[in-house]
């Protein structure tokens, strides 16, 4: 079955860098597009990125665009988060998410929902 | 963006109720409707997606209605691990959104 596993999540000062990455497993991981989705203490889930299938295409949420970078290693099936200039506001649980399409390049062909997802991991600036 | 409102933000109900949630768009977005559950500690789980397709393995008492703006999620008859926060999200455009939840209490 599906598996997700997020890593690198911890503690960090306003204005420095952190970088997650999520193990997949279970699918053909260069088939389907992959997304970051985070969800602040108490508050519901936000969508913050998503990558297409072969990594030409990506797509970021206004908060984080300029900030954030997604980027995915199909060789070694994981996807990752670079993400620079952090703020408080970005302190959450940092979910990967499968999309349900294959060979999506577009957002408009990508499902947009998240089949699968990860067991999360926390980062607090 | 896409403003998703959920109603009630949160509920008190017993085991056999029937529950219903309400999801409003902030503009048409058409089926692009999808339904997750989320227990204390644990990830949102696709529950349905396309506003009424149930996903593999969810059991038969939930079930989801509507269209363009005005959507459902209903609990035909609660049992104790269906306790736990719902969450709508809307795929129709990015950013693709969520409401803000319903909390399902005892």
């Known amino acids: 079955q599906v598996q997700l596993v997020e890593s690198g999540g911890g503690v960090v000062q306003p204005g420095r860098p952190l970088r997650l990455s999520c193990a997949a497993s279970?699918?053909?991981?260069?088939?389907?597009?992959l997304h970051w989705v985070r969800q602040a203490p108490g508050k519901g889930p936000e969508w913050v990125a998503v990558?297409?299938?072969?990594?030409?295409?990506?797509y970021y949420a206004d908060s984080v665009k300029g900030r954030f970078t997604i980027s995915r290693d199909n060789s070694n099936n994981t996807l990752n988060l670079q993400m620079d200039s952090l703020r408080a506001e970005d302190t959450a649980v940092y979910y990967c998410?499968?999309?349900?399409?294959?060979?999506?390049?577009?957002?408009?062909?990508?499902?947009?929902?998240?089949?699968?997802w990860g067991q999360g991991t926390l980062v607090t600036v | 963006d896409i403003q998703m409102t959920q109603s009630p933000s949160s509920l008190s109900a017993s085991v056999g109720d029937r529950v219903t949630i309400i999801c409003r768009a902030s503009l048409s977005i058409s089926n692009y409707l999808n339904w997750y559950q989320q227990k204390s500690g644990k990830a949102p789980e696709l529950l349905i997606s396309?506003?009424?397709s149930l996903q593999s393995g969810v059991p038969s008492r939930f079930s989801g209605s509507g269209s363009e703006t005005v959507f459902t999620l209903s609990i035909s008859s609660l049992q104790p691990e269906d306790f736990a926060t719902y969450y709508c999200q809307q795929s129709y455009s990015t950013p693709w959104t969520f409401g803000q939840g319903t909390k399902v209490e005892v």
């Open positions: 396309a506003a009424s």
């Open positions: 998410a499968k999309d349900p399409r294959r060979y999506c390049i577009s957002s408009s062909c990508m499902g947009g929902y998240f089949e699968d």
């Open positions: 279970g699918f053909t991981f260069s088939d389907y597009g």
């Open positions: 990558i297409s299938y072969d990594g030409s295409r990506k």
